[in-house]
C-alpha cells in the first residue's frame, strides 16, 4: 500500500525538461521532453513506465533501464525485470549484469534508494526493516482468518462422561443428531436432565484477541518506515497538512533521486535538467487558488490566463494583458502618481 502511494503519486507528476538563463529556469518543450513525458517506451503509457519504475526501485531498492537508440535518437527507455539484473564491484567502479551483458554506469539508468554502506552503487530498499513488522501482519491476517473459517461454538453442552455414547465419535455424533440437531429452528431442545447441561458461552472476538488494535499499529509502523502518513493506509483522518508535508519531503525525495539520475545520464548541456511538477500533487482548494491568483495578479506577477490554468479553466484572448491598480508601480515613478501632480488635468500640465 505505500509503495503504491509513491508509485501513484510520482507518475501523476508531469515531468519539465528545465534550462537554466541570466533571467532564471524557463521550461523547454521539444521532442526530447516529449518523449520523456508522454512515450518513454513503445509499449507503455508514461504513467505506467514510471510507476513501475517506482514500485520496484521501493521494493527492491535498485531499478535499472536500458536505453535504446536508433540513428542517433532515443527510441525507447526499458525497464529491466529486477530478476535479470545483478551489480558486480570492478575495482574503483562497478558494472550492471542485465541477463549476461555487462553496462558500464553511465551505459544504462541505474536509480537506487538507501545505498549500501558496504557497497554505495547499490541500494538497499526497506526489506530489512520491514521484515518484522509485515511478519507480524502476516500472522494477524492468519489468526483472523482461521477465526473466521472455524468460529469457536457459542454453546456447550455438559454430558455424563459414563454415558457410553459419549466415549466414541460417532457416539457424541449420534447424541447430538437425536437431541441437537433434529430439532427444528426456533424450537425448544428436549433433554434428559439428569445426563445433560447446556451451558451458553461467549467466545473469543476479533476485538477480545486486540486483532484490530494490533494491526493498525502495525499498519502505522509501516507507514513510519516508509514515511507515509497513516491515513494513506486506512488508518486515522484526513490531513491536508500531513500531505502536502508527505508531497514536498518524502515523495520529492524519491523524486529528486528520479531526476538526478535522468540529468547525469540523458543530457549532455550542462545548462538543463529534468523537474518533476511536484505542485501539482498539493492538495488545494478552489478559494486557495482563486486568492493567490488574485494576489499576484494584482501585483502583475501573474497574467489572467496563467491564473485561470491554475484552476482548470481554458485562455481566453482578452487576459493577457498585465493588469495592476496606480499605487504598484515601479519605484523610480512614484512621482508621476497622479494624486501627487493635480489629478494629470491640464491645469496639471
Known amino acids: 500500500m505505500c509503495v503504491g502511494v509513491y508509485a501513484d503519486l510520482i507518475a501523476s507528476m508531469t515531468l519539465h525538461l528545465m534550462r537554466n538563463t541570466d533571467r ?16 518513454p517506451h513503445g509499449d507503455m503509457t508514461r504513467h505506467a513506465w514510471m510507476s513501475l519504475i517506482v514500485w520496484t526501485l521501493m521494493m527492491h531498492g535498485n531499478q535499472v533501464t536500458v536505453p535504446r537508440f536508433a540513428g542517433g535518437y532515443l527510441e525507447d527507455l526499458t525497464p529491466v525485470p529486477p530478476s535479470q539484473v545483478s551489480f558486480v564491484p570492478d575495482g574503483g567502479s562497478y ?5 549476461g551483458a555487462a553496462f558500464r554506469p553511465d551505459e ?4 537506487m534508494v538507501r545505498p549500501d554502506p558496504e557497497a554505495p552503487y547499490r541500494g538497499m530498499g526497506y526489506g530489512v526493516s520491514l521484515a518484522d513488522v509485515v511478519r507480524s501482519i502476516r500472522q494477524t491476517n492468519a489468526t483472523k482468518d482461521a477465526i473466521m473459517r472455524s468460529p469457536a461454538p457459542s454453546i456447550i453442552v455438559k454430558v455424563d462422561g459414563l454415558s457410553d455414547e459419549f466415549a ?6 449420534k ?3 437425536e437431541y441437537i440437531d433434529s430439532s427444528d429452528n426456533g424450537q425448544p ?3 434428559p436432565a439428569e445426563a445433560f447441561s447446556v451451558e451458553q458461552v461467549k467466545p473469543l472476538t476479533l476485538n477480545d484477541l486486540a486483532i484490530k488494535t494490533g494491526l493498525e499499529l502495525d499498519k502505522r509502523a509501516v507507514a513510519s518506515i516508509m514515511g507515509v502518513p497513516p491515513f494513506l493506509v486506512g488508518v486515522g483522518d484526513f490531513k491536508k497538512e500531513e500531505f502536502n508535508w508527505f ?5 520529492l525525495s524519491v523524486a529528486k533521486s528520479i531526476e538526478q539520475e ?8 550542462p545548462d538543463m535538467y529534468w523537474r518533476f511538477n511536484n505542485r501539482s500533487l498539493l492538495s488545494y482548494d478552489i478559494g486557495e487558488l482563486v486568492t493567490a491568483g488574485s494576489e499576484m495578479v494584482d501585483r502583475m506577477a501573474l497574467r489572467r490566463n496563467e491564473w485561470r490554468d491554475w484552476i482548470g479553466l481554458p485562455p481566453d484572448e482578452d487576459m493577457d494583458e498585465l493588469l495592476a491598480l496606480e499605487n504598484y508601480i515601479p519605484a523610480n515613478r512614484l512621482g508621476d502618481q497622479a494624486k501627487l501632480t493635480g489629478g494629470g488635468g491640464e491645469d496639471a500640465e
Open 24 to 39: 532564471g529556469d524557463v521550461r523547454v518543450r521539444n521532442e526530447l521532453s516529449r518523449k520523456l513525458d508522454i512515450s
Open 95 to 99: 558494472r550492471i549484469m542485465v541477463g
Open 108 to 111: 544504462a539508468l541505474h536509480f
Open 168 to 173: 466414541s465419535p460417532s457416539g457424541r455424533a
Open 175 to 177: 447424541l447430538r443428531a
Open 189 to 191: 431442545w428436549f433433554i
Open 247 to 251: 508531497v514536498t519531503t518524502r515523495v
Open 262 to 269: 535522468l540529468t547525469r545520464k540523458l543530457l549532455y548541456s
